[in-house]
């Protein structure tokens, strides 16, 4: 968002569709660092913390195309499985959309944004409510 607003002012070019575009690419950025977090709380290990970031973004991308993928799956009990551990994850190939759009000052759709922006939100929430846990039972 720093870097939106200091390109603003340097370059004359000043719409909110730039900055609301900046909030929403943190949002994503907010839900992978707190798994990552989570993950160098719990395990202290750096090469696992990228591995859960790694994780996290394919999650992420493979939940905004849940429905498509459940669809080449043979109904039953593996595809109530996907469908439940996908709906966990926040669709973050949608916020490169909405982001875009807001930049570009064209509409979306009021209850995606509102999924996606809550999802994010109560992810990052959950696995910083996770990691603040196990950090109050350490004894560093």
Do not use: H
Request: proline letters at 2%; aromatic letters at 10%; hydrophobic letters at 60%.
């Amino acid at each position: 968002v720093g870097s939106t607003l200091i390109l603003g002012f340097k370059s004359g070019v000043w719409t909110w569709g730039l900055i609301t575009g900046a909030l929403v690419a943190w949002l994503g950025f907010a839900a992978l660092y707190a798994a990552m977090l989570m993950a160098a709380v719990w395990v202290r290990s750096v090469a696992l913390s990228a591995a859960v970031g790694i994780a996290v973004l394919l999650a992420g991308i493979v939940a905004t195309y849940r429905s498509e993928l459940s669809v080449a799956m043979k109904a039953g009990l593996a595809r109530q499985g996907f469908l439940m551990v996908t709906a966990l994850v926040p669709p973050l190939g949608r916020l490169p959309e909405v982001a875009a759009n807001w930049a570009a000052g064209t509409s979306n759709e009021g209850e995606a944004v509102a999924r996606v922006v809550l999802g994010c939100l109560a992810f990052a929430g959950a696995f910083l409510a996770l990691a603040a846990a196990r950090f109050e039972n350490k004894d560093y």
